[in-house]
T-cell receptor, first 115, second 111 residues
Protein backbone atom coordinates (compact mmCIF):
# COMPACT_ATOMS: atom_id res chain seq x y z
CA UNK A 1 0.00 0.00 0.00
CA UNK A 2 1.79 3.08 -1.26
CA UNK A 3 -0.74 5.47 0.25
CA UNK A 4 -1.59 8.95 -0.98
CA UNK A 5 1.44 10.97 -2.04
CA UNK A 6 1.69 14.71 -2.50
CA UNK A 7 4.37 16.78 -4.15
CA UNK A 8 6.01 19.04 -3.18
CA UNK A 9 5.97 18.82 0.62
CA UNK A 10 6.81 22.49 0.96
CA UNK A 11 6.50 25.42 -1.41
CA UNK A 12 7.59 29.00 -0.78
CA UNK A 13 6.52 31.52 -3.37
CA UNK A 14 6.24 35.24 -3.78
CA UNK A 15 2.88 36.93 -3.91
CA UNK A 16 1.53 37.03 -7.43
CA UNK A 17 3.25 33.87 -8.62
CA UNK A 18 1.43 30.74 -9.76
CA UNK A 19 1.91 27.41 -8.01
CA UNK A 20 0.84 23.86 -8.84
CA UNK A 21 0.58 20.90 -6.50
CA UNK A 22 0.26 17.25 -7.41
CA UNK A 23 -1.56 14.41 -5.68
CA UNK A 24 -1.32 10.70 -6.44
CA UNK A 25 -4.16 8.82 -4.73
CA UNK A 26 -4.32 5.17 -3.71
CA UNK A 27 -4.57 3.38 -7.04
CA UNK A 28 -7.93 1.66 -6.57
CA UNK A 29 -9.61 4.78 -5.14
CA UNK A 30 -11.69 6.70 -7.61
CA UNK A 31 -12.68 9.58 -5.38
CA UNK A 32 -10.13 12.30 -4.78
CA UNK A 33 -10.54 15.31 -2.50
CA UNK A 34 -8.64 18.52 -1.89
CA UNK A 35 -8.75 20.25 1.48
CA UNK A 36 -7.07 23.33 2.90
CA UNK A 37 -5.95 23.50 6.51
CA UNK A 38 -4.75 26.58 8.37
CA UNK A 39 -3.17 26.64 11.78
CA UNK A 40 -5.60 25.78 14.53
CA UNK A 41 -8.35 24.76 12.16
CA UNK A 42 -9.73 21.56 10.78
CA UNK A 43 -9.46 20.74 7.09
CA UNK A 44 -11.79 22.81 4.89
CA UNK A 45 -13.28 21.15 1.83
CA UNK A 46 -12.20 22.64 -1.50
CA UNK A 47 -13.27 20.21 -4.20
CA UNK A 48 -13.62 16.56 -5.10
CA UNK A 49 -13.47 14.30 -8.13
CA UNK A 50 -15.07 11.02 -8.96
CA UNK A 51 -12.79 9.55 -11.57
CA UNK A 52 -12.00 12.46 -13.89
CA UNK A 53 -15.20 14.40 -13.19
CA UNK A 54 -15.06 17.32 -10.78
CA UNK A 55 -18.38 16.91 -8.97
CA UNK A 56 -18.33 19.65 -6.37
CA UNK A 57 -16.45 22.83 -5.58
CA UNK A 58 -16.58 24.83 -2.40
CA UNK A 59 -17.45 28.51 -2.44
CA UNK A 60 -14.04 28.91 -0.79
CA UNK A 61 -12.51 28.04 -4.14
CA UNK A 62 -12.03 31.38 -5.86
CA UNK A 63 -11.46 31.85 -9.57
CA UNK A 64 -7.72 31.74 -8.92
CA UNK A 65 -7.94 28.08 -7.92
CA UNK A 66 -8.32 25.29 -10.43
CA UNK A 67 -8.08 21.54 -10.04
CA UNK A 68 -7.86 18.80 -12.61
CA UNK A 69 -7.79 15.05 -12.71
CA UNK A 70 -7.41 14.43 -16.42
CA UNK A 71 -7.19 10.65 -16.52
CA UNK A 72 -8.92 9.82 -13.28
CA UNK A 73 -5.65 9.04 -11.57
CA UNK A 74 -3.41 11.85 -10.26
CA UNK A 75 -4.72 15.34 -9.67
CA UNK A 76 -3.24 18.82 -9.76
CA UNK A 77 -4.30 21.92 -7.86
CA UNK A 78 -3.17 25.23 -9.31
CA UNK A 79 -3.32 28.59 -7.59
CA UNK A 80 -2.84 31.60 -9.81
CA UNK A 81 -1.67 35.03 -8.61
CA UNK A 82 -1.05 33.78 -5.10
CA UNK A 83 -1.94 35.95 -2.12
CA UNK A 84 -0.62 35.83 1.42
CA UNK A 85 -3.97 34.50 2.55
CA UNK A 86 -3.37 31.40 0.46
CA UNK A 87 -0.65 30.30 2.89
CA UNK A 88 -1.87 27.00 4.32
CA UNK A 89 -1.45 23.26 4.23
CA UNK A 90 -3.13 21.74 1.18
CA UNK A 91 -4.24 18.20 1.81
CA UNK A 92 -5.25 15.58 -0.71
CA UNK A 93 -7.29 12.52 0.22
CA UNK A 94 -8.81 9.59 -1.62
CA UNK A 95 -11.56 7.06 -0.97
CA UNK A 96 -13.78 4.48 -2.62
CA UNK A 97 -16.80 5.67 -4.57
CA UNK A 98 -20.20 5.99 -3.05
CA UNK A 99 -19.50 4.07 0.09
CA UNK A 100 -20.48 6.27 2.97
CA UNK A 101 -18.49 4.28 5.43
CA UNK A 102 -15.30 4.47 3.41
CA UNK A 103 -12.81 6.67 5.27
CA UNK A 104 -10.64 9.25 3.62
CA UNK A 105 -6.96 8.40 3.26
CA UNK A 106 -4.84 11.52 3.43
CA UNK A 107 -1.46 12.43 2.03
CA UNK A 108 1.04 14.35 4.13
CA UNK A 109 0.09 17.61 2.48
CA UNK A 110 1.83 20.46 0.71
CA UNK A 111 2.64 23.42 2.93
CA UNK A 112 2.41 26.66 0.96
CA UNK A 113 4.01 29.86 2.21
CA UNK A 114 3.33 33.03 0.24
CA UNK A 115 5.75 35.85 1.04
CA UNK B 1 -26.38 22.26 7.79
CA UNK B 2 -24.06 19.42 8.64
CA UNK B 3 -21.43 20.14 11.24
CA UNK B 4 -19.35 18.79 14.06
CA UNK B 5 -18.15 20.62 17.13
CA UNK B 6 -15.18 19.89 19.34
CA UNK B 7 -15.72 22.01 22.44
CA UNK B 8 -12.20 21.63 23.83
CA UNK B 9 -9.20 23.11 22.04
CA UNK B 10 -6.82 21.42 24.45
CA UNK B 11 -6.96 18.34 26.66
CA UNK B 12 -4.21 17.39 29.09
CA UNK B 13 -4.08 13.99 30.76
CA UNK B 14 -1.50 12.13 32.79
CA UNK B 15 0.09 9.04 31.28
CA UNK B 16 -1.81 5.93 32.30
CA UNK B 17 -5.04 7.79 32.98
CA UNK B 18 -8.15 7.44 30.83
CA UNK B 19 -8.69 10.09 28.20
CA UNK B 20 -11.79 11.52 26.53
CA UNK B 21 -11.92 13.88 23.57
CA UNK B 22 -15.39 15.27 22.98
CA UNK B 23 -17.34 15.68 19.76
CA UNK B 24 -20.94 16.62 19.06
CA UNK B 25 -22.57 16.58 15.67
CA UNK B 26 -25.47 18.06 13.77
CA UNK B 27 -26.66 16.20 10.68
CA UNK B 28 -29.86 15.44 8.88
CA UNK B 29 -30.38 11.75 8.39
CA UNK B 30 -28.11 9.00 9.62
CA UNK B 31 -24.71 10.16 10.76
CA UNK B 32 -21.52 8.59 9.52
CA UNK B 33 -18.94 9.66 12.06
CA UNK B 34 -15.18 9.39 12.06
CA UNK B 35 -12.15 10.19 14.18
CA UNK B 36 -8.79 11.11 12.74
CA UNK B 37 -5.42 11.87 14.34
CA UNK B 38 -2.81 14.27 13.01
CA UNK B 39 0.85 14.40 13.97
CA UNK B 40 2.97 17.51 13.24
CA UNK B 41 3.55 18.18 9.55
CA UNK B 42 1.61 15.08 8.55
CA UNK B 43 -1.74 14.33 7.02
CA UNK B 44 -4.68 12.96 8.97
CA UNK B 45 -4.76 9.28 9.87
CA UNK B 46 -8.02 7.36 10.21
CA UNK B 47 -8.70 5.99 13.72
CA UNK B 48 -12.26 4.67 13.70
CA UNK B 49 -15.76 5.13 12.33
CA UNK B 50 -19.39 4.73 13.32
CA UNK B 51 -21.88 3.71 10.68
CA UNK B 52 -24.57 1.72 12.47
CA UNK B 53 -24.91 -0.98 15.11
CA UNK B 54 -23.07 -1.04 18.40
CA UNK B 55 -22.72 2.32 20.07
CA UNK B 56 -19.19 1.53 21.21
CA UNK B 57 -16.78 1.44 18.29
CA UNK B 58 -13.25 0.12 18.60
CA UNK B 59 -10.44 1.46 16.43
CA UNK B 60 -6.70 1.68 16.01
CA UNK B 61 -4.09 2.03 18.77
CA UNK B 62 -6.52 1.10 21.56
CA UNK B 63 -8.91 3.97 20.88
CA UNK B 64 -12.67 3.60 21.03
CA UNK B 65 -15.58 5.96 20.62
CA UNK B 66 -19.06 6.03 22.05
CA UNK B 67 -21.98 7.06 19.87
CA UNK B 68 -24.88 8.64 21.75
CA UNK B 69 -27.83 9.48 19.55
CA UNK B 70 -29.87 11.31 22.18
CA UNK B 71 -26.95 13.59 23.02
CA UNK B 72 -25.73 13.74 19.40
CA UNK B 73 -22.23 12.97 20.61
CA UNK B 74 -19.36 10.79 19.48
CA UNK B 75 -16.66 11.05 22.13
CA UNK B 76 -13.25 9.47 21.62
CA UNK B 77 -11.87 7.47 24.53
CA UNK B 78 -8.90 5.42 25.60
CA UNK B 79 -8.62 3.57 28.92
CA UNK B 80 -4.93 4.31 29.48
CA UNK B 81 -3.17 7.20 27.74
CA UNK B 82 0.35 6.97 26.34
CA UNK B 83 2.77 9.86 25.81
CA UNK B 84 2.82 8.87 22.13
CA UNK B 85 -0.92 9.64 21.94
CA UNK B 86 -0.08 13.34 22.10
CA UNK B 87 -1.37 14.77 18.83
CA UNK B 88 -4.21 16.70 17.22
CA UNK B 89 -7.54 14.85 17.00
CA UNK B 90 -10.34 15.62 14.57
CA UNK B 91 -13.92 14.46 14.56
CA UNK B 92 -15.64 14.32 11.16
CA UNK B 93 -19.06 13.61 9.69
CA UNK B 94 -19.67 12.24 6.21
CA UNK B 95 -22.77 13.36 4.35
CA UNK B 96 -22.34 11.10 1.34
CA UNK B 97 -20.09 13.33 -0.71
CA UNK B 98 -18.30 15.62 1.70
CA UNK B 99 -16.56 15.17 4.99
CA UNK B 100 -16.97 18.00 7.50
CA UNK B 101 -14.29 18.28 10.14
CA UNK B 102 -14.27 19.82 13.58
CA UNK B 103 -11.67 22.38 14.56
CA UNK B 104 -9.58 19.81 16.35
CA UNK B 105 -8.52 19.05 19.92
CA UNK B 106 -4.87 19.07 20.89
CA UNK B 107 -4.19 16.19 23.27
CA UNK B 108 -1.15 16.31 25.52
CA UNK B 109 -0.28 13.26 27.60
CA UNK B 110 1.97 14.22 30.48
CA UNK B 111 4.60 11.67 31.54
Amino acid sequence: DTGVSQDPRHKITKRGQNVTFRCDPISEHNRLYWYRQTLGQGPEFLTYFQNEAQLEKSRLLSDRFSAERPKGSFSTLEIQRTEQGDSAMYLCASSLTGINNSPLHFGNGTRLTVT
Amino acid sequence: AQSVAQPEDQVNVAEGNPLTVKCTYSVSGNPYLFWYVQYPNRGLQFLLKYITGDNLVKGSYGFEAEFNKSQTSFHLKKPSALVSDSALYFCAVNTGNQFYFGTGTSLTVIP
